[in-house]
């Protein structure tokens, strides 16, 4: 649904105390969205449920951090990202997410939850989108999109080595350190 979409350049915003909510099985597909996700996304509960959670996803976005999104969350591990989305007419909203895998009584991941919030738009401004503008052209360099989100995977990884700091790092002090790591 959501490729064919065209941007309209507006951002949306959600309150503070909001919480965004979806729930996925192992191959990303919506299982679950709160009235947040719906109101905010522009799509029906119907129009969610049983469709790939990249329904939302924003072509801007770099998919070299959904790329690592997806290989930490396999791998059971947590990852908190900040996501531009888009909604069903277009517009654009920034989250803050966390990400964790579900698990079943026998310690096996069954799908994957995720909590968004309001994200601090000094943050976003400073650090995320000039990262994501970096990685993103990067990926835009290639014409297959594979090689692409592979170059921008190896320049997040060289970009965050060369600032000395792991991923979940970086995210975690973001809002404590003022070091700039995109260029």
Same mark, same amino acid.
């Given at each position: 649904?959501?490729?064919?979409?065209?941007?309209?350049?507006? /951002?949306?915003?959600?309150?503070?105390?909001?919480?965004?909510?979806?729930?996925?099985?192992?191959?990303?597909?919506?299982?679950?969205?709160? *009235?947040?996700?719906?109101?905010?996304?522009?799509?029906?509960?119907? @129009?969610?449920?049983?469709?790939?959670? +990249?329904?939302?996803?924003?072509? /801007?976005?770099? %998919?070299?951090?959904? *790329?690592?999104?997806?290989?930490?969350?396999?791998?059971?591990? /947590?990852?908190?990202?900040?996501?531009?989305?888009? +909604?069903?007419?277009?517009?654009?909203?920034?989250?803050?997410?966390?990400?964790?895998?579900?698990?079943?009584?026998?310690? /096996?991941?069954?799908?994957?939850?995720?909590?968004?919030?309001?994200?601090?738009?000094?943050?976003?401004? &400073?650090?995320?989108?000039?990262?994501?503008?970096?990685?993103?052209?990067? @990926?835009?360099? &290639?014409? *297959? %999109?594979? &090689?692409?989100?592979?170059?921008?995977? +190896?320049?997040? %990884?060289?970009?965050?080595?060369?600032?000395?700091?792991?991923?979940? @790092?970086?995210?975690?002090?973001?809002?404590?350190? &003022?070091?700039?790591?995109? +260029?």
């Amino acid at each position: 649904m959501a490729k064919n979409l065209s941007l309209t350049g507006v /951002e949306r915003f959600f309150d503070d105390d909001d919480i965004i909510v979806s729930k996925t099985d192992l191959k990303g597909h919506l299982t679950y969205t709160n *009235n947040i996700f719906l109101d905010i996304s522009g799509y029906t509960e119907h @129009e969610t449920i049983g469709q790939p959670h +990249s329904l939302i996803r924003h072509p /801007e976005m770099p %998919r070299s951090i959904f *790329n690592l999104l997806w290989q930490t969350i396999a791998g059971g591990n /947590e990852i908190f990202a900040y996501v531009n989305n888009r +909604s069903k007419c277009g517009d654009n909203y920034w989250v803050y997410a966390h990400v964790t895998p579900s698990w079943n009584d026998n310690n /096996e991941i069954i799908g994957y939850h995720s909590n968004r919030r309001v994200p601090d738009r000094k943050i976003l401004d &400073q650090h995320i989108i000039p990262l994501y503008d970096q990685l993103k052209a990067e @990926e835009d360099k &290639q014409a *297959n %999109r594979k &090689q692409g989100m592979m170059d921008g995977s +190896s320049l997040l %990884r060289n970009v965050l080595k060369d600032a000395g700091i792991a991923y979940d @790092e970086f995210i975690a002090t973001l809002g404590q350190d &003022q070091r700039k790591i995109a +260029s």
